[in-house]
């Protein structure tokens, strides 16, 4: 794997390095050494599946909490997608910024996201999928998110929003502190 550092801080944008044939490719897309080597949490704790039936659609952007924040390896299986990052990691150099990377079937590549982060998507293409790999259990009570449109991150989404769930859209804006 090709592990390419982004410019915030312990986001990595991962290549598979394809092994290719005349029946066409190998690669690994998960080592949990790779991940160690580089100080990036190994924990595989569970994994889940995402699809969405239109183009435009948009997911996110949701966080856990303390004692449950967790780190995500995410992969898009079918279609594209834009995937969004934002730093909340207080005391971070880049807290508050945020990253976006196109995610498709055809380039395989991943993205992984460590503790601390909001993540969000929108979709590329009608009949998108994304499997995630994540290092905490799912824990309800330390959910949380920020508004996709929050004027604090400014995300350029690529697309008119098309889907978003009530509880996205009504996630609310980040309270910036005055200087």
């Known amino acids: 794997m090709i592990f390419h550092e982004t410019h915030l801080s312990g986001v990595f944008i991962i ?4 092994i290719t044939d005349h029946r066409g490719f190998f690669a690994c897309s998960w080592l949990a050494n790779d991940f160690e080597q580089r100080g990036l949490n190994p924990a595989l704790k ?8 239109g183009r435009g659609t948009v997911r996110g952007m949701h966080f856990q909490r303390k004692p449950h ?3 995500k390896l995410i992969r898009c299986t079918r279609g594209a997608i834009y995937d969004v990052s934002i730093d909340l990691r207080p005391g971070s150099p880049t807290c508050h910024q945020w990253l976006g990377a196109e995610l498709t079937a055809d380039n395989h590549r991943m993205i992984y996201i460590p503790e601390g982060f909001a993540h969000g998507y929108q979709t590329l293409t009608d009949e998108s999928e994304l499997f995630y790999q994540i290092s905490e259990y799912y824990h309800p009570e330390s959910a949380g998110g920020v508004r996709w ?4 991150f400014g995300i350029q989404w690529p697309l008119p929003v098309g889907l978003i769930s009530e509880r996205d859209a ?3 804006r980040l309270e910036m502190e005055a200087d």
């Open 170 to 172: 009504n996630y609310p």
């Open 69 to 71: 924040e967790e780190a």
């Open 15 to 18: 290549e598979p390095e394809m």
């Open 46 to 53: 569970q994994c889940n599946i995402s699809f969405n039936n």
């Open 149 to 152: 449109d929050d004027p604090a």
